[in-house]
């Protein structure tokens, strides 16, 4: 096979070699440069490590100042901040972050190298609102939901949607809404932009990536931090919305009501095939909300770029990895393979 392939790797670790000097989302050893595509946990393993021995972090500067807001401390000296579209060399490899739609300040990255080839890897995104990357000799892509049944024909009213339950739920209460870190902050800015005006009920670590969003120029409006007194009177008020981890769901239950209010409570999941909204019970709603592409946008994005290869990252896409590495090959006509993996490249 040819030699892009030993330059773009899924390394056992989960970190995405792209060349010799530049490591993304995962750390290894002898690279000047660890570039993190965004704050998600799966794509900021063993970050300590490469703090220490990496010469430099790079990111965009939302993902590098959020970093902070998770408790990581990159010195000033090691902090590479980077805007999208803005190229910075490396040791002779160019290196440029793209804009993802994922979480805020999630981002894809190209690498040309100084032999010439050019090498990419999207990191989690969805479409659109993400720039496809041309011209690629390999693409190392993300393939959480690369099976054919995983598809979301709503992704593109699923704003507007969610926009109008939770509307609907404020006129008889406050409403939480239950997801993972990135996507509420995600969430935050969507309902926003749907002139959704309520105070935002949320904990410490979401209001400090809340005071980050907005000083990255994000309108995040209003948002009191559980616990405080701003935060008994928006209480009181029964006229809010509530962000709690997913992790919480389960727990719903035990809210006291508001006011008298009882509230509404909206899980987002990107499991959810069957409907766009599902009620489970007269106040409590799964909404089918991901910030990954589905299916039918992974085609599409593979199809656009026709990279030369594809990788598909299985450390984090499990046996979708699989499934869309082969179906890519089979019915798009571009050899693609699995990493880490020790199975060969199908044709
Ligand atoms: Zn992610």
Redesign the pocket.
Known sequence: MQRPLEAAAVLETGAIMLGSNIVADGHAPGFSVRVVT?I?QD?ILDLKKSIREASFIAATPLTLDLLEVAGYRVPPSKRLALPYSVSVSVDGDVLTLRQAN??PGAAEIVVELSNGHRIGYTG?FKLPGTDILYELDVLVIDATYGVEEWVRPWQDEIDILLADVVQEGLMHGPVYIYGYY?KIEEIMLLLRRHDVDAPFLVNQRIGRSAAVLERHGYRVGDVVVDGTREALEVKRSGWYIGFRHYSSWRRRRMLPPSNGLRPVHVLLTGWEFREPLRRISPREWIVSFS?HADFRQLVSYVEEARPRMLIVDGYRGGRAAAYFASYVSKRLGIPATVQPSTERWTK
């Open positions: 965004h998600h794509h994922h979480v989690d990135g910030d």
